[in-house]
């Protein structure tokens, strides 16, 4: 097959993809969609749900769990239609967090269905206990929002007002959340036109001759990759704090096999599945191993062939396999995050090139619900955190969650939208870990409340076990949450990372330090020109903000 016109093919879906995506984020209501960009749309093999591709911007964490969906949806689903569209958002089901709410639709050319367009978007509540769904203290899913398996929504292009009447009636704020899902829905609109346009260019067999060869392609690549790493057995662990109802770490334990040009991950010996939200289902711990993957070899293909070579044990019983009724709201950022650096340190054993100190890896999640003039609002923001360094360079400062490509939403456009005002957007001064190379800086925010009265909820990590140094390099600095009253008095969450519906009034701010990377080789071997920038910058001073 002619490798230009399959580089042409690929890129031209991808670019359809990215449309979609960009069509989601625009025209969605959510700042966490429209302005942080957790959203993701694309394509999906017709006969076992294998991701076909999937656009260059979206969110990481769904390359995985969007094939996961679609495989359930296939496995439940026979009587789909030209024209239907399916919702659904159960963790169980392939899914994440119940907030990750997930689009499904057939796509037929001149009636043969050729494959699947998905989408998959952050929705700003979904009905729980807790505004924004981000309870630290849920010990059930029902505590968490509305479940939903595949339902549809639109049957043969026309809307099912009924279903979506059902669902709006469940959650909180609902004109915007409705608003969300007609964007999720336009945005399958792009992708059906697009390829429309796709296939009518190489013509319908020709497009399945070239998805095949794709996936073929990457499936190579993957093999290629594989081989440079040395055939052995490697292991690596790490620990989230605790579940936010005990205050026990929960462990992750992997194994990693290099064999023959095939990776096996084994988690067994993980913590046991736990009372709080700290769950992970299966189909979103298996994501977070491909993610990292996609950090150490950023050339492999988003495609289905690229798991080919790649194998994923998740035993049954532990967090990292959830089953009903477990709570799992800390399970797309907080859990996935954690996995990734154990996946990230346990190839770095086999392959020491790729060896970095540990990352932030925590988006301590915090939300904010109250009225403002008698309307009801739910804010959801998330700050930047430091990479590790590695053996070569400092870490990325103010860098996204391992599992994401979320961009910060404008300080400016919360202040506008929210009775809040920023004190303090900055770089955390002397956050990363000290090392020949330097971790990256986290990020630190202080917010000052105007509204009368609100509930704030935290879900985050890093409190207790921080981003580790290597090779000599020092450790960096831990997630530190702190509510200082109006009154004088200063609130800490009794779990450190989390907490749920803190009650504020006027003139009390919200003060979040968020962590700095691990750092990489002796600190005395630094070179005098980074240390002199960094003390320049004011990046070193470990107590600079300690005592504000």
């Known amino acids: 097959m002619n490798a230009a016109e399959l580089a042409v093919f690929s890129g031209a879906i991808e670019q359809l993809c ?42 990481p964490i769904f390359v995985g769990i969007m094939q996961y969906s679609v495989e359930a949806f296939l496995r439940e689903v026979d009587d789909y239609a030209d024209g239907d569209v399916y919702i659904m958002n159960d963790p169980y089901r392939g899914g994440t967090h119940l907030m990750d709410v997930r689009i499904i639709a057939p796509y037929y050319y001149k009636g043969e269905l050729v494959c699947f367009l998905a989408n998959t978007a952050h929705w700003a509540d979904i009905g729980g206990a807790t505004p924004g769904g981000f309870g630290a203290r849920a010990t059930s899913i029902h505590e968490e929002g509305l479940r939903m398996g595949p339902t549809r929504i639109v049957r043969n292009g026309t809307l099912d007002r009924n279903i979506i009447d059902l669902i709006m009636a469940n959650i909180r704020l609902a004109e915007d959340r409705e608003g969300d899902l007609l964007a999720q829905l336009g945005a399958l609109d792009v992708g059906r036109r697009r390829l429309d346009e796709v296939i009518s260019r190489y013509g319908l067999p020709r497009f399945h001759a070239l998805s095949a060869e794709l996936a073929d392609y990457a499936e190579r690549v993957t093999r290629a990759r594989i081989r440079s790493i040395p055939n052995g057995t490697y292991t690596a662990s790490d620990f989230l704090d605790d579940d936010g109802i005990g205050y026990d770490p929960l462990e992750i334990r992997c194994t990693l096999t290099v064999e023959d040009e095939r990776l096996a991950f084994g988690f067994e010996g993980s913590s046991p599945q736990c009372a709080g939200p700290l769950n992970s289902p299966a189909g979103a711990s298996s994501s977070s191993v491909l993610i990292a993957l996609m ?63 540990g990352a932030c890896s925590t988006s301590a999640n915090f939300t904010l619900h109250g009225h403002d003039g008698g309307k009801e609002y739910i804010m959801y923001f998330f700050a930047g955190g430091g990479y590790g360094a590695w053996d070569g360079g400092d870490g990325l400062d103010n860098a996204c969650a391992t599992i994401s490509m979320s961009k910060v939403p404008p300080v400016e456009l919360l202040e506008e939208w929210y009775p809040i005002r920023f004190e303090r957007y900055e770089l955390r001064a002397g956050s990363s870990g000290e090392g020949q190379y330097r971790g990256g800086l986290g990020a630190e925010y202080l917010i000052r409340f105007e509204g009368e009265l609100a509930t704030a909820s935290f879900l985050g990590d890093r409190g207790k076990f921080p981003p580790q140094g290597l090779a000599g390099g020092g450790d960096g600095q831990m997630t530190a949450i702190r509510v200082l009253r109006a009154d004088g008095t200063v609130h800490t969450p009794d779990h450190v990372s989390k907490d749920q519906d803190v009650d504020l009034v006027r003139g009390d701010r919200i003060w979040v330090r968020m962590p700095g990377g691990g750092g990489f080789g002796d600190p005395a071997k630094r070179d005098a020109a980074s240390r002199a920038l960094d003390e320049r910058a004011g990046l070193s001073d470990l107590h600079a903000r300690e005592s504000a």
């Open 18 to 59: 990215s449309e979609m995506d960009v069509t989601l984020e625009r025209a969605a209501f959510s700042p966490i969609i429209s302005e942080a960009t957790d959203r993701a749309c694309g394509i999906y093999a017709m006969r076992d749900g294998g991701v076909i591709s999937q656009g260059h911007r979206g969110l």
């Open 295 to 357: 950090h150490l070899f950023p050339e492999l293909p988003i495609n289905s062939g690229t798991f080919r070579r790649i194998d994923i044990r998740i035993p049954e019983g532990t967090f990292l396999a959830a089953n009903y009724p477990a709570p799992v709201s800390g399970c797309a950022s907080e859990v996935p995050a954690r996995i990734i650096d154990t996946v990230m340190s346990a190839v770095g054993q086999a392959d020491t090139s790729l060896s970095q100190g």
